[in-house]
């Protein structure tokens, strides 16, 4: 009697004990999550965001709801869900610029004030040109903004973004001497060189692939050191301009954070679906439909690592350009 006394005693303590050291927390995820998209709906971003949701969806096991918060160069929704809980239930599905909000002033805010899940895909950057052009090579392009220094347009759609880097890295780094138009989007900027208006751009491949396809746009070269994945007849820009190869590969991909300080064990839950969303044949048809290049082997820490290089890359050409609001010495960004 008393030993069964004394086993039931010692089992109500330790219940007592479980309950009093603080609540029990049912294992993540149990209910729903916000994916923030930091941009308008319809953009790049956007668009993948919404093929890889359904995905996501579907490994995590709860819904997954998109919230578009755009705005300041993605800097809104990026400060939003970084005021959210560090619970895992806001997870942003990023563009590249958290590397340059504290260059451009846009925000406080850096990669690092995030735990890294995996970067997802980027579009190829490629030079293009009209279809009437005289340029049938960049080759061309290039001998005759040599011959007629300023004289040779170009278009891009805002300071800072991909296509002004892009220009901004032919100057400085490659020595040309032409003149550049923002156009407020890069369909505007594509408009632009259709248009007659300006004499080449720097769209991404997949938003134009159906007017190369069509005779609409001439591609001349893919912005990087190596052949385009989808083009692989287009030439790497640095055969021409060989000036810039030690800044490339320069690609903007989609990426997928969550705050800092979420527990490990909630972050390794995310990362487990995003790896199975990514290599779900829906998300790989996506990437081949749309030319998309898949970039989910860069995880975690390496994640960081390459966005601390991109900034250096592209916070000091905006530097030495006079784009930049603070000098990334500021934020310990070495030169590159």
Aim: charged share 20%; glycine share 10%.
């Amino acid at each position: 009697m008393v030993r069964k006394f004394t086993c039931t005693l010692i089992a109500l303590l330790a219940v007592f004990c479980l309950f009093a050291s603080g609540p029990v927390h049912a294992a993540y995820p149990e209910k729903g999550v916000t994916l923030v998209v930091p941009w308008g709906a319809g953009g790049v971003t956007d668009v993948a965001a919404r093929v890889f949701t359904p995905l996501f969806e579907k490994y995590l096991g709860v819904p997954v709801v998109i919230l578009n918060r755009p705005g300041a160069s993605g800097a809104i929704g990026t400060e939003y869900a970084n005021a959210r809980p560090a619970d895992g239930y806001t997870v942003i599905f990023s563009a590249e610029t958290p590397a340059s909000f504290r260059i451009m002033d846009v925000s406080k805010l850096s990669f690092h004030d995030f735990e890294p899940i995996m970067l997802l895909s980027h579009s190829e950057k490629i030079i293009a040109v009209a279809p009437e052009s005289p340029y049938n090579t960049l080759e061309d392009l290039v001998k005759d903004i040599k011959a007629r220094p300023g004289k040779v347009r170009f278009s891009y759609s805002g300071a800072g973004a991909s296509g002004h880097v892009q220009g901004l890295l032919m100057q400085q780094k490659g020595g040309l001497d032409f003149s550049a138009t923002p156009f407020g989007g890069g369909n505007e900027g594509l408009l632009a060189v259709l248009g007659g208006q300006v004499d080449f751009t720097s769209p991404n491949i997949g938003t134009v692939k159906d007017y190369i396809a069509a005779g609409k746009l001439r591609a001349l070269a893919v912005f990087d050191r190596k052949p385009s994945v989808y083009l692989p007849e287009l030439p790497p820009i640095t055969d021409a301009i060989p000036g810039i190869e030690p800044y490339l590969p320069l690609d903007y991909p989609n990426c997928l954070i969550v705050k800092k300080g979420t527990p490990q064990d909630v972050v390794d839950v995310i990362a487990d679906a995003a790896s199975k969303a990514v290599a779900d044949p829906a998300w790989k048809e996506f990437l081949e439909n749309n030319w998309y290049v898949g970039m989910d082997a860069v995880r975690g820490a390496d994640m960081l690592a390459y966005w601390d290089k991109w900034a250096s890359v592209v916070g000091w050409v905006l530097q030495d350009a006079g784009v930049a609001k603070k000098n990334p010495e500021e934020f310990g960004i070495p030169r590159p």
